[in-house]
């Protein structure tokens, strides 16, 4: 029965965090998928924390308002991990409107909404990838075992006023990481902006406006074949450290927010 009861405490962690995290809070990934998965990782993990124990209530509404603690805390990982894709779709948004495809709105299947065309395109790459660095493997194994390791439903009580200042420093965090993604084809954009504005003094005569869409466009897809090296190898280091970044915010919460 111990053992029934920590195993629910798992399942309920990691089917929450299943819900929010990325590729598998999607749409197109069934719900019966979900909660397989979770149970499989909770069987997997449960030797690890069941050695390492877990102090359950002798109260059922304790120990309900437990399994609701680790609710929330799933959620708080899944969104967590959530925010750094949100970086990659807001980074192709950036430069969208300046390259001339502000207007242009394709369907995201995973997210089930409507999106910007390269804020589409830069979130596909950065699911790549996701699945290139083991980000799975990640999420569902060593994030989740050291999770437990770190960070309890009862610590969300002492760790409380440390979830309102990493909501405000991932929301910043988020726009950074987007601008600093989108910045060599922002820049580049800038500067052709510029030079047919200047062109625009120098030839009144000429056409600009016509010819100023084919050129930022033709440029801005230049510019992202020539950096798409770069861009693959800091997609990589952006997710390989929300992992770390995760477990020191799960480490912030367990030591009291200290």
């Known amino acids: 029965m111990l053992n029934f009861q920590i195993v629910l405490l798992l399942f309920a962690r990691i089917l929450a965090m299943m819900q929010t995290a990325p590729l598998l809070s999607s749409a197109a990934v069934p719900a019966l998928a979900r ?5 499989f990782v909770a069987a997997a993990v449960f030797p690890w924390v069941a050695e390492a ?42 430069f969208s409107l300046q390259m001339g495809f502000g207007a242009s709105q394709v369907f995201d299947p995973l997210a089930q909404i409507e999106i910007p065309l390269m804020g589409q395109f830069i979130n596909i790459m950065a699911m790549f990838i ?11 194994l060593v994030g989740v075992m050291r999770s437990f390791q770190l960070v309890r439903a009862y610590d969300l009580v002492t760790g409380r006023e440390y979830l309102f200042s990493l909501l405000l420093r991932s929301l910043g965090k988020l726009f950074q990481q987007a601008l600093v993604i989108s910045f060599p084809i922002l ?47 800091a997609f990589a280091r952006i997710i390989e450290g ?10 912030s919460i367990g030591g009291g927010g200290g």
Request: no cysteine; proline share 4%.
């Open 242 to 251: 929300s992992f770390d970044s995760l477990l020191e915010v799960l480490r």
């Open 35 to 39: 909660v397989g998965l979770a149970m």
């Open 130 to 140: 996701f699945l290139t660095v083991a980000g799975f493997q990640k999420l569902l």
């Open 53 to 94: 124990g877990y102090p359950l209530p002798d109260s059922g509404v304790h120990y309900f308002l437990l399994i609701v603690g680790e609710v929330f805390l799933g959620l708080l990982m899944g969104f967590f991990l959530q925010l750094i894709f949100a970086a990659f779709q807001v980074a192709g948004q950036f």
């Open 187 to 233: 820049g580049t954009l800038l500067l052709v902006s510029v030079t047919m504005g200047l062109l625009a003094k120098a030839a009144p005569q000429m056409n600009l406006l016509m010819m100023g869409f084919p050129v930022a466009i033709g440029t801005a897809f230049a510019v992202l074949v020539l950096a798409m090296p770069f861009l693959a190898s």
